[in-house]
């Protein structure tokens, strides 16, 4: 059983720039959430995918947006970066109601 | 809207004590989970236990085990026979039975287990 994974695991851009991030879902698993962790803080829910469709969204902006792929697979793509965007993005796969399977995340550092 | 509040920013223990963790929630929801995950330094976050809130039983994983009070809104975790691989921030999380992805965090507790 494949677990979820991401990438890259660490990336710098600046200010204005554009950044999209990777995630595989665990085998089988048909939901796909993004959150952001700033550092010390808790992670906090950005969307989530359901069979390629939006199945809800945390409080962030329009320039936050994604994509599942029919593999369950997905990106998060932010556009015109701010520095308050750097985080670590977490992916987090999941079959039904119940516990998340994380990745390792991406470190976003926005210069 | 949901809120999960960690009133501990960081706690200690010395090897093989027991530590408690606090986590108290809102919410107008019924039916839901609560979960406790482990973020080690520098690695990927693990669900430790979980509850679901219809069971009144506390549930149990080998060392580690909660006190859910369900009228209070408070779920606390008891780590018993701490190892130093206890180390770690751990967040405790409430996920609505509706929406099978959109959790909602504490801001976490640091623990140190001392040897």
């Known amino acids: 059983e494949t677990g979820v994974t991401q990438s890259p695991t660490h990336l710098i851009k600046t200010r204005g720039q554009q950044v999209t991030l990777r995630c595989s879902s665990q085998s089988g698993h048909n939901t796909v959430s993004w959150y952001q962790q700033a550092l010390g803080q808790g992670p906090q829910f950005i969307f989530q995918?359901?069979?390629?469709?939006?199945?809800g969204r945390g409080n962030f902006p329009p320039r936050f947006s994604g994509l599942q792929f029919p593999n369950y697979s997905s990106e998060l793509n932010v556009n015109a970066l701010e520095l308050d965007d750097s985080a670590l993005y977490l992916c987090a796969s999941s079959l039904s109601p119940g516990e998340l399977f994380f990745g390792e995340g991406s470190r976003l550092t926005v210069l | 809207a949901q809120t999960v509040t960690q009133s501990q920013p960081e706690m200690s223990v010395q090897e093989a004590e027991t530590v408690t963790l606090s986590c108290t929630y809102d919410?107008?929801?019924?039916?839901?989970?609560l979960f406790w995950y482990k973020q080690p330094p520098s690695r990927q976050m693990i669900l430790v236990i979980r509850?679901?809130?219809?069971?009144?039983q506390n549930a149990t994983e080998n060392r580690f085990s909660v006190n859910f009070q369900k009228a209070a809104k408070s779920f606390s975790l008891k780590i018993s026979d701490s190892q130093l691989g206890d180390t770690a921030m751990y967040f405790c999380?409430?996920?609505?039975?509706?929406?099978?992805?959109?959790?909602?965090f504490g801001d976490g507790t640091t623990l140190t287990v001392k040897p």
């Open positions: 995918y359901y069979r390629e469709e939006e199945n």
């Open positions: 509850q679901e809130a219809y069971k009144q």
């Open positions: 999380a409430f996920q609505p039975y509706t929406n099978a992805g959109k959790s909602t």
């Open positions: 919410t107008s929801e019924n039916n839901y989970y």
